[in-house]
């Protein structure tokens, strides 16, 4: 019977990892969805993580959940950075292409009208002290409302030299 259980233990925690993800390099990774799928100018998110390793690297990738009926191939994001001894660099503005810019097809990965995309944001990034870290982040595009978009994340990887 125990031998029983521990096998059914492993095979639900293998599962578990298939299903969630394992990977031994995230440090953070958190998405925050949009009421009504709208991101509004207003609405700020913000994403708070801790850093303990200062001698590592990181990469920051930015995620977007959006709709086939958002209106542009592009989002630009506006990021600031602030750790434990103030800002962080200087506020930086990102274009993304959540959408090839001839032929529409949408880039990441999506089933239906929904598609994910992850895109390197800040790589090699290095973090001088040990604490928290907040990345806030703000729609930079032209318009007020951005229907069809539902939702943006941050994720903070130990960052893997390419071999």
């Not at 492993?10 to 299903?19: E, Q, S, T």
């Not at 100018?41 to 920051?60: G, L, S, W």
């Not at 880039?107 to 090699?124: C, E, F, R, V, W």
């Amino acid at each position: 019977m125990t031998q029983r259980f521990a096998f059914r233990a492993a095979i639900v925690a293998a599962l578990l990892c298939a299903l969630t993800g394992c990977d031994p390099n995230r440090v953070f990774e958190q998405n925050i969805d949009f009421a009504n799928y709208s991101w509004d100018v207003q609405q700020k998110p913000a994403f708070t993580f801790a850093i303990q390793d200062t001698a590592a690297r990181y990469d920051v990738y930015f995620n977007v959940r959006h709709a086939s009926a958002y209106g542009y191939y592009n989002l630009y994001v506006k990021h600031t950075l602030v750790g434990p001894a103030g800002p962080v660099g200087k506020p930086l503005l990102h274009q993304m292409l959540l959408m090839d810019p001839k032929t529409g097809e949408p880039k990441g990965s999506g089933t239906g009208d929904i598609y994910d995309i992850q895109l390197l944001a800040l790589p090699n990034q290095h973090f001088a002290k040990a604490g928290n870290y907040t990345l806030t982040l703000e729609q930079y595009m032209r318009q007020d409302q951005l229907p069809g978009l539902m939702a943006v994340g941050v994720r903070v990887a130990k960052h893997e030299a390419k071999k």
